[in-house]
């Protein structure tokens, strides 16, 4: 019998992820979010020192969630055509870019449009991601992988604004931001070096081809109850975060920056509870998950009116962790159910998800400014009823291949 050209030329890591390529997921997850969030841990102090309204610094948190709605399509579209590797290297780098133009900003318009170009970037890493685990990675291995590498996303948010937060303690903000854009330089260098290529990517160069699949997927039912679902999770978390440090660094609180950066620490539970997901969701299904996560995560928000920090402080981790499985189960429920198209379906989920997150930002000042916390903890738990009966509607059981072992 004559052997093949090339016996077994790869490890089989597609179905047996190593510890090392799990690492490298996390990784891309954090050097994803790093900058997406970092402002919130300083918004009181951008709001005195840029003499901003509370609307206004919300919308400058806004502005990148609403940069990554309108450019995730166009980049699953580019992404298909190009391939998956290089983007999400470049993307890194490029997030990179406006973050050090920060260093020079005097206004709060200035900081809006820089955090607008940041966002520019962030698709080309979270979009293209999700098709490249979706194509790679199999059954109960791409609950895994995907598992952790949203893990990674939450542990990049946590480190953004803990890190700028206890920066801005010894050093300016503006330097701060200086900081933050070299740790993403150096990001892109370490995923170019340890992030394996595709092996399972085909290139469409198809204009017409990839328009066709767009109109299937607007009409995909699972896309839109996921897109719809993603909108109010991202809505909540954007809209809790961002304001509830206006609320613990006013009385009787009076939380200072590095105080605020460390109330983020309830992220790194999501760090932990978040690769677990990955096993509940191939055991439960996504739909069961969504529902106790989104419960968990209203409890949470309900929770934070209680009158003591601490009391506060583990609310957020409630709500957190409810996010974050949240996030997790959508995107498993995603990847089981679009076969073809998946970058650009993953951009079409972002559009909706981070749009959610503008109105967060957006519509969550108004709600503070007239409410006070109470009054925006009413608007988001009113969102979460929303989300919790389009799961318990639009998403049916997925057929979730048996657990492996």
Not at 80 to 85: F, P, T
Not at 271 to 288: E, M, S
Not at 297 to 326: E, H, R, Y
């Amino acid at each position: 019998m004559s052997a093949s050209p090339n016996p077994v030329a790869l490890p089989d890591w597609n179905d047996r992820p190593d510890p090392l390529l799990l690492l490298t997921m996390a990784l891309v997850g954090v050097f994803a979010f790093l900058q997406v969030y970092s402002v919130q841990s300083i918004l009181p102090e951008l709001q005195r020192d840029l003499n901003a309204t509370v609307v206004q610094i919300g919308s400058a948190v806004g502005a990148t969630v609403l940069a990554v709605a309108l450019v995730s399509p166009l980049m699953g579209m580019a992404s298909d055509a190009l391939g998956r590797k290089a983007m999400v290297v470049a993307s890194v780098c490029a997030l990179a870019l406006p973050t050090m133009a920060m260093i020079q900003v005097e206004s709060v318009h200035g900081l809006t449009v820089l955090r607008f170009l940041q966002g520019l970037a962030v698709p080309g890493v979270t979009v293209v991601t999700i098709a490249y685990i979706g194509e790679e990675f199999r059954g109960a291995a791409m609950a895994r992988v995907m598992a952790v590498y949203v893990a990674g996303n939450v542990l990049g948010g946590f480190l953004g604004r803990f890190v700028l937060g206890h920066l801005t303690e010894w050093m300016s903000w503006r330097a701060a931001f200086g900081v933050l854009g070299g740790l993403n330089l150096a990001g892109a260098v370490l995923v170019g070096r340890v992030l394996p290529a595709s092996r399972h990517f085909v290139p469409n160069l198809r204009l017409g081809g990839a328009l066709r699949t767009l109109g299937e997927l607007l009409r995909h039912p699972g896309l839109q109850a996921a897109c719809a679902l993603g909108l109010t999770v991202l809505f909540v978390q954007v809209g809790m975060f961002t304001y509830v440090n206006f609320h613990l660094a006013g009385a009787p609180y009076h939380f200072g920056p590095a105080a605020l950066a460390n109330v983020f620490a309830v992220y790194l539970i999501g760090v932990v509870v978040t690769p677990l997901a990955g096993r509940w969701i191939a055991r439960l299904g996504a739909r069961r998950t969504i529902l106790l996560s989104v419960g968990l995560s209203a409890l949470g928000v309900g929770l934070t009116l209680l009158p003591t920090a601490g009391g506060v402080v583990v609310a957020l981790a409630l709500a957190a962790c409810g996010t974050f499985i949240t996030q997790s189960a959508t995107l498993s429920f995603l990847a089981y159910r679009i076969t073809q198209g998946r970058s650009l379906a993953s951009g079409l989920y972002y559009t909706a998800y981070y749009l959610g997150g503008f109105g967060g930002a957006w519509v969550g000042g108004f709600a503070y400014a007239r409410g006070g916390w109470p009054g925006t903890v009413a608007l988001l738990l009113g969102v979460q009823a929303l989300g919790w009966a389009i799961a318990w509607r639009f998403m049916p059981p997925p057929r979730v291949p048996p657990v492996a072992g």
